[in-house]
């Protein structure tokens, strides 16, 4: 059977992957595109996984999206096991241990580094005392708002 599902990498501008998307989306509602699912991994900056049945044409007026760059690797499908990891990806917290230097990515401390002194991962929070602080103040913020500089600095 030749026209099966295919996933295709289509490049986009560094952060502007989910507004691709969107409007990908939106194009394809009002002309018919063949296009299945559209994921912006939050993982792989500068590019969005398209599922479309047959094959995919850059040259499509459907495909004519602000930001949208073409396709990676030709006309080439990707392989479902690439991708598998993308669709449930691991948890943030997961990869954080005591010790580790971080930044803080949002809040009020952004742009402060910290270190991690305590791990909840039921509650998917971390418990960290600033760096430059001139007292150590714990301060406890959720894992998608630190980025790991150093693992376990200790």
Do not use: C, W
Request: no cysteine.
């Amino acid at each position: 059977m030749e026209d099966k599902n295919a996933i295709y990498a289509l490049k986009t501008s560094v952060g502007q992957e989910k507004n691709v998307a969107r409007m990908l989306a939106r194009k394809v509602k009002t002309s018919g595109m063949e296009i299945n699912a559209i994921l912006a991994p939050e993982s792989l900056k500068g590019y969005i996984l398209v599922e479309v049945s047959g094959k995919i044409d850059i040259r499509s007026p459907a495909l004519r999206v602000p930001h949208l760059r073409g396709i990676v690797d030709g006309e080439k499908p990707i392989d479902f096991d690439e991708i598998r990891k993308f669709l449930k990806p691991e948890p943030i917290i997961a990869s954080i241990k005591k010790g580790s230097i971080v930044e803080l990515i949002s809040g009020p401390f952004k742009g402060e580094r910290a270190k991690v002194i305590r791990i909840d991962e039921s509650r998917e929070e971390v418990v960290l005392e600033l760096i430059e602080a001139a007292v150590p103040i714990p301060v406890t913020v959720k894992g998608d708002q630190i980025r790991i500089i150093q693992k376990e600095a200790d």
